[in-house]
């Protein structure tokens, strides 16, 4: 074992830990290199952890030649973070994510499948997109750790971009659909990490995406909930000019750092001249997707554990859903916001037939997680369906219809439709499901035509498996009552 002083036993404690859960997973041989690179470094972690410093220091040192050795270990140690084991400092995480160095430790997780760092499988992505949905209706999760899930499960995005997100960035665009129908395709516009030019919100880095309503909803609601913090912190109304301009989202020391404004027109001065001076950062971002993802309790059918949720691992299925879908190296690294292909190739040159012979043996394992609706239908007149505290209502051409009751909760600020994939919703008998599952079923066309790919489609996929188990229930119940 590496020269560690006994003072330093949180960091050696954390090694031991990380170089045995990487040994479960990769080659004799990988784990060899990382002990040997990691026997160069240590002599620079003189304050007990892995820090900033040290990493600096040593890749100094390394030169450009021997980069290479800090590219091998980068991706162990963000691992070593994820898996929340001690002896790292956050800011070295962050640090090594932001560095452009050779290594081809990043690729190896998408090489091998790895279950615990690798892409998620349909299977095992469907089933966190439920868990999501669903803990955000038992308020498990706050709205901005759903806001986030769902934005990172939507794109792949990397942590910069969200923090960077304004108001203004969330867009509707008015469409045409077949037979002269009328709908709002969502779109987001996010500023580009690692901009050339330095700038905060670098106007020649803007990617334009679809995103899912889902998601869309979140997003503006944690805008709404942005702008209220503010108005109450400023002590003064914010108007919309101004609101435009605001961050999505925001954390209370940033808010709280600077003394508020006096009006509206001394706050768009500050923001001009400072531009992040409101923005929620990084850090903060990876906290809270971190912490969020420890309360995950979605199971992995290849190792039986509950899995990581990283957003690492969101990125990596993307890249991966995008190569078994046709798209070329180029087209990859454009859409995952890549200078090079370098990056991306691992993508390509995974076969795709591997992938197909494994999710055809891992086919319908999470099917039954996705039927949400338990059987508990309601009538409009029962005295107690009339106490449920909240009524959900589907879209009419004139007027909402109610569809149901929330077996305990309040308005939550979802689409309607995903009231039926949620545990605590209880359908009425008489009312127009099936209108609803045409509804879905046409997003669903609308959202493959937008460009999502298969694992991108999951929340609409089990509100229609939801939808027709609550009609094929009410048949069931008309047919009994005929019969009877």
């Known amino acids: 074992m590496c020269s560690i002083a006994p003072s330093h036993e949180a960091l050696r404690n954390g090694y031991k830990q990380a170089l045995a859960r990487a040994a479960e997973q990769l080659a004799p041989g990988t784990i060899t290199n990382y002990f040997s690179h990691f026997n160069h470094f240590w002599p620079h972690c003189t304050e007990g952890i892995i820090t900033s410093r040290a990493i600096n220091a040593w890749r100094k040192e390394l030169g450009e030649e021997g980069s290479y050795r800090l590219g091998h270990i980068r991706g162990f140690i963000q691992q070593w973070r994820d898996w929340g084991f001690g002896g790292i400092e956050e800011n070295a995480v962050l640090l090594l994510d932001s560095f452009s160095i050779p ?25 966190i997109a439920k868990w999501v949905q669903s803990a955000w209706r038992e308020g498990e999760i706050s709205l901005i750790e759903a806001a986030l899930l769902s934005f990172f499960m939507d794109t792949g995005r990397r942590l910069e971009e969200p923090a960077k997100l304004r108001a203004c960035d969330l867009q509707l665009e008015s469409c045409q659909a077949a037979e002269d129908q009328q709908f709002s395709r969502k779109r987001i516009r996010l500023h580009q990490a690692k901009g050339r030019l330095g700038l905060y919100r670098d106007p020649n880095r803007i990617i334009d995406l679809s995103i899912s309503d889902e998601t869309y909803d979140l ?6 909930q942005t702008r209220t913090r503010l108005e109450a912190h400023w002590d003064f109304s914010i108007p919309p000019s101004l609101a435009k301009d605001l961050p999505v989202f925001v954390v209370t020391e940033r808010m709280t750092r600077y003394d508020p404004p006096s009006n509206a027109a ?15 950062t990084r850090a903060s971002l990876d906290g809270i997707i971190r912490c969020a993802g420890q309360r995950c309790d979605a199971v992995s059918e290849r190792t039986g554990e509950r899995m990581l949720i990283t957003t690492h691992r969101f990125r990596r299925t993307l890249g991966t859903v995008l190569a078994q879908n046709g798209y070329n190296a180029y087209e990859i690294a454009e859409i995952m916001g890549h200078a090079t292909i370098d990056y991306v190739m691992v993508y390509v040159e995974n076969t795709a037939e591997a992938f197909d012979r494994y999710e055809e043996k891992m086919a319908g394992t999470f099917e039954t997680l996705l039927r949400s609706f338990r059987g508990e239908l309601i009538e409009r007149e029962r005295s107690d369906a009339q106490n449920q505290p909240y009524v959900h209502s589907l879209r009419g051409d004139n007027q909402p219809e109610e569809a149901g009751r929330c077996g305990s909760l309040s308005q939550c600020h979802r689409g309607w439709y995903t009231c039926y994939s949620c545990v605590k919703f209880r359908p009425y008998v008489d009312a127009d499901h099936k209108s609803a599952l045409m509804h879905v079923k046409l997003e669903y066309e609308r959202t493959v035509a937008m460009g999502y790919q298969d694992s991108m489609l999951t929340g609409l996929e089990a509100t229609i498996f939801a939808i027709e188990e609550v ?5 069931a119940l008309h047919e009994k009552l005929h019969h009877g």
């Open 103 to 127: 290594g081809y430790y990043s690729g190896h997780p998408v090489r091998i499948a790895c279950p615990y760092t690798g892409p998620y499988t349909r299977q095992e992505y469907q089933a």
């Open 219 to 224: 997003l503006a609601n944690v805008a709404r």
């Open 266 to 280: 001394e706050a768009a001065a500050l923001i001009q001249k400072t531009p992040e001076r409101y923005h929620t």
């Open 471 to 475: 009609i094929r229930t009410i048949d």
